[in-house]
């Protein structure tokens, strides 16, 4: 069951109050997405994933909260700048509004040089542009997720299995077909499951097919 309460919110920036929703509870029926995006009911509590602050624009997890490896960073500075304002290089859409938020949240992490929190900002707006009908910003969003994992992969000795896997998806769903197949062919896992999913993949962009897939596509009734 997902239970989800209003609270008002003490902006750690300005100081101002505002309410917003957060999620005590929330549960998952179904299959994830092949880039790990969680079924339903958790996929469709994406708003409450980020609080906005509707009065100087300062983003968080937790809207009275400063992030741990933001501590030495200069926020308000970061807040000021073109990027921040009006979301450039990217045109958002108004109803894009998330897809924006989650785009400032990770300029605040790219900053600090925190990469893991950094792509998940970006892969999280990308969901939000499609969901909103928005092929254009999603592609955009995804590459630049790959250059995210691309630093994330020079600093780690050993590729983590979801890295790898959104990877081998952003690859796909942009078009990269030659790319996913060349990276991902000789790639092993010790879970069968993740095994199955890439030579999924790697058939899917032989097909040169961008469209959305799940777990259950790969195989029905099998979870990670």
Not at 25 to 34: E, M, N, P, Q, V
Not at 158 to 180: E, H, P, T
């Amino acid at each position: 069951m997902t239970k989800i309460i209003e609270g008002t919110k003490k902006c750690a920036i300005c100081g101002k109050h505002s309410k917003h929703y957060e999620i005590l509870s929330c549960c998952t029926f179904g299959s994830s997405d092949l880039d790990t995006r969680p079924s339903e009911m958790s996929r469709g509590t994406m708003s409450e994933w980020i609080q906005a602050c509707p009065y100087c624009g300062y983003v968080s997890y937790d809207l009275e909260k400063i992030p741990e490896s933001m501590f030495e960073i200069d926020i308000e500075e970061i807040m000021k700048s073109n990027e921040y304002k009006t979301g450039k290089p990217f045109t958002f859409k108004k109803s894009e509004k998330l897809a924006k938020d989650f785009y400032r949240f990770y300029l605040m992490h790219e900053f600090a040089d925190d990469l893991e929190e950094a792509f998940s900002d970006i892969r999280c707006a990308a969901w939000d542009c499609d969901d909103n009908n928005d092929p254009v910003n999603a592609a955009a969003l995804r590459k630049l997720g790959i250059k995210i994992m691309d630093k994330i992969f020079e600093n780690m000795d050993d590729k983590k299995a979801n890295y790898l896997l959104s990877r081998a998806d952003f690859l796909r769903r942009i078009g990269q077909f030659d790319a996913v197949i060349k990276e991902f062919t000789n790639i092993k896992f010790k879970k069968e499951l993740y095994n199955e999913i890439i030579a999924f993949q790697i058939a899917k962009a032989k097909e040169k097919d961008t469209r959305c897939y799940t777990i259950d596509h790969v195989h029905p009734e099998k979870e990670e």
